[in-house]
Nanobody, 124 residues
Framework: QVQLVESGGGLVQAGGSLRLSCEASGRTFSNYAMGWFRQAPGNEREFVAAISWGGGTAYYADSVKGRFAISRDNAKNTVYLQTNSLKPEDAAVYYC?????????????????WGQGTQVTVSS
């Protein structure tokens, strides 16, 4: 069983930054790609960013490219999402997820374990 626990969300003014963290339990963290998704009220859960098992490959949604950065520390079983230049439309619950694959994908169905989410609120 894999458990994922997100942290780092909060209230920030537009233009500000937050660093989200996701700590995973289990010994197989480093074998799998990890992703971040988000869901705003009334919207479907959407892809934000994903990173390969070794951290060498990352993909981003067009809406966050150049502003967000995903990284991972396999020694700490933790994946991070640095969010910069936040906009009101970035407000959502952010979820981390573990992929079934070692390579990152944008497809929600490729991810089998999910955290409970951390709320990001952006004031204008």
């Amino acid at each position: 069983q894999v458990q994922l626990v997100e942290s780092g969300g909060g209230l920030v003014q537009a233009g500000g930054s937050l660093r989200l963290s996701c700590e995973a339990s289990g010994r197989t963290f480093s074998n799998y790609a990890m992703g971040w998704f988000r869901q705003a009220p009334g919207n479907e859960r959407e892809f934000v960013a994903a990173i390969s098992w070794g951290g060498g490959t990352a993909y981003y949604a067009d809406s966050v490219k150049g502003r967000f950065a995903i990284s991972r520390d396999n020694a700490k079983n933790t994946v991070y999402l640095q969010t910069n230049s936040l906009k009101p439309e970035d407000a959502a619950v952010y979820y981390c997820a573990r992929s079934r694959k070692s390579v990152p994908t944008r497809t929600l169905e490729d991810y089998d374990y999910w955290g409970q989410g951390t709320q990001v609120t952006v004031s204008s």
